[in-house]
């Protein structure tokens, strides 16, 4: 199959990727600047790098990349507005952008990566710009799979690393809200497979599936085995909601990228999990554990 792919190169797209070449397919992967894309994907068998943007090529210049291709994933997404175009540009603007222009290319086939707390009454910005591009891809007149990950962990995430990161040199890690927030942690392999699988499943058209691990844990939980599969021994020191909006209030004045932004203060006031059994039915999925990987990744 040949799939146009956004997000390729990627925390997520460079899993997916080595997934769609070990099953045959040839992938177009949109890239804005193909030339460092190109010594990436180099090992990849079947994986080609064609310049574009979503949020700067026209409709007609995305469909002309598209011509003959059989499906387009497309995973593209920000976390952090600082320095690049905002949510509704990227998640909304440019998905219908991406939308249009398969459906005048001719492909029949569109999965797109979501968001595990996208809802139509969503409170955080991130959350109603990835629903009304959910709303581009129903209204499509393709066959359309939209997969909502909880938070994905693996060898490059930055939640987890991040985290591990500020172990290595503080004594201390700070808890926003007091880490009560619920997370369901799904790994990157995970989540590949059920994009790759969905290609030639043709009961997932139509479907929007949940992801998420066997378990759901607070944030408080996360680092404590964080820290623990680590051999460390830190403090977990409460962060009040009101003082951490203050905090990346003036985080965002600051020309670097904030460690934590308003929009994801909101986010982590409320639980973000899912009942991952329609995924693991429709795929035969057992996810891997997050204390499996933590002892796998960080105990060594």
Known sequence: MKVFLTGGTGYVGGTLLSLLSLAGHETRVLSRDPEPARQRLASISGAFPVRGDITEYSVDQLAELMKKQDAV?????IIIEKGTPGFEAVHTEGTRRMVAAAEQAGVKRFVHMSALGTRENAVARYHKSKFAAE???????????????????GENDEFLNTF????RMAPALPLIGGGSGKLQPVWVEDVCRCFAQSLNMPET???TYDMGGD?????????????????????L???PTPIA??????FNLLPMKPPFTEDQVTMLGEDNVCDPAPMKDAFG???RTLENYLADHFGR
């Open 215 to 235: 378990a759901a844990y607070s944030i408080r939980e996360i680092l404590s085995m964080l820290v623990g599969a680590m051999g460390k021994k830190r403090l």
């Open 164 to 167: 591990a990161g500020i172990a």
């Open 73 to 77: 994933i497309h995973l593209v997404g």
């Open 135 to 153: 709303q581009f891809v129903r209204e499509s007149d393709m066959d359309w799979t939209i997969f909502r990950p909880s938070i994905i962990f």
């Open 285 to 287: 999925l057992t996810p």
């Open 205 to 207: 058209i139509g479907q």
């Open 245 to 250: 909006r203050l905090q990346a209030k003036l």
């Open 237 to 239: 020191v409460n962060l």
